[in-house]
Nanobody, 112 residues
């Protein structure tokens, strides 16, 4: 599975961004899709995932929404009410059983 993420950029606090991740090379609907992020100087953390259900890390619940379009093999992350602490490199991932695939990151910078 190959994953191509896009949509990062510079945004002011309180603003919105939408990340997209296009997948190829696998049966997209079978995969649990998700987003993780890595802030400067910190480890990578899972932000949201979507399979049969959706999961959000508590710090983004109510502000971020993950969705998927199986016809377009694409997963999205709508990020609203952005905060400076949302700054980081966001990575798209696909998982099926023990197999995990990562895309390249897209940088999100939120200014205060």
């Amino acid at each position: 599975v190959q994953l191509q993420a896009s949509g990062g950029g510079l945004e002011q606090a309180g603003g919105s961004l939408r990340l997209s991740c296009a997948a190829s090379g696998g049966t997209f609907s079978r995969y649990t899709m998700g987003w993780s992020r890595q802030a400067p100087g910190k480890g990578r953390e899972s932000v949201a995932s979507i399979g049969y259900n959706s999961y959000y890390t508590p710090s983004v619940k109510g502000r971020f929404t993950i969705s998927r379009d199986n016809a377009k093999n694409t997963v999205y992350l709508q990020m609203n009410s952005l905060k400076p602490e949302d700054t980081g490199v966001y990575f798209c991932r696909a998982s099926l059983g023990s197999a995990v695939y990562w895309g390249q990151g897209t940088l999100v910078t939120v200014s205060s």
